[in-house]
């Protein structure tokens, strides 16, 4: 039997954002199990206008290989609306990104591991450096706490409260 892999999963909307984070919460606990859930953040649009977004960063365990987990997501990316192809820089009902998988380096499956966002995007770094500070980044290998306090960028983002049953 494979062994379980630690998995951290971007988790995004700028459409009635609340709702759509939620029901994508609630269903990655249904089929993973209890998440690790980092404080949420709200960010201007990146690569668009557009209404702010909500993000925040999900800690997981899963046995499913790669492809199965991508095709997992976009499942669940397809139930609260999103259409398959949007445009990359869009607003977004639900946006769900594989940024980790245990400490794979390669793009297997149309799925590049480590997602390069984590070093340029505040609104993925900061929510996985709160997440999981200690832990390295797969190729650049500082934590995600060092890779944080050396980030250097004008994309702002501040917390917002957020509540979640989970």
């Given at each position: 039997?494979?062994?379980?892999?630690?998995?951290?999963?971007?988790?995004?909307?700028n459409?009635?954002?609340?709702?759509?984070?939620?029901?994508?919460?609630?269903?990655l606990?249904?089929m993973?199990?209890?998440?690790?859930?980092?404080?949420?953040?709200?960010?201007?649009?990146?690569?668009?206008?557009?209404?702010p977004?909500?993000?925040?960063?999900?800690?997981?365990?899963?046995?499913?290989?790669l492809?199965?987990?991508?095709r997992?997501?976009?499942?669940?990316?397809?139930?609260?609306?999103?259409?398959?192809?949007?445009?990359?820089?869009?607003?977004?009902?639900?946006?769900?990104?594989?940024?980790?998988?245990?400490?794979?380096?390669?793009?297997?499956?149309?799925?590049?591991?480590?997602?390069?966002?984590?070093l340029?995007?505040?609104?993925?770094?900061?929510?996985?450096?709160?997440?999981?500070?200690?832990?390295?980044h797969?190729?650049?290998?500082?934590t995600?706490?060092?890779l944080?306090?050396?980030y250097?960028?004008?994309?702002?983002?501040?917390?917002?409260?957020?509540?979640?049953?989970?």
């Open positions: 039997m494979t062994p379980p892999v630690r998995v951290y999963v971007g988790v995004g909307s459409l009635d954002r609340e709702r759509h984070i939620r029901a994508g919460l609630d269903a606990e249904g993973f199990g209890e998440l690790a859930v980092s404080p949420v953040y709200e960010n201007e649009a990146v690569g668009f206008n557009g209404s977004f909500l993000n925040l960063v999900v800690g997981l365990q899963t046995t499913l290989p492809a199965a987990l991508s997992t997501l976009k499942g669940i990316e397809a139930d609260n609306g999103r259409c398959a192809g949007s445009k990359r820089f869009s607003p977004c009902t639900l946006d769900l990104d594989i940024l980790t998988y245990g400490d794979l380096d390669r793009s297997q499956d149309g799925v590049d591991i480590p997602r390069s966002e984590i340029v995007n505040a609104f993925v770094l900061r929510p996985l450096a709160d997440l999981a500070g200690d832990e390295r797969p190729v650049d290998g500082r995600y706490r060092e944080w306090r050396a250097r960028s004008d994309q702002k983002l501040w917390p917002v409260a957020f509540r979640w049953r989970g």
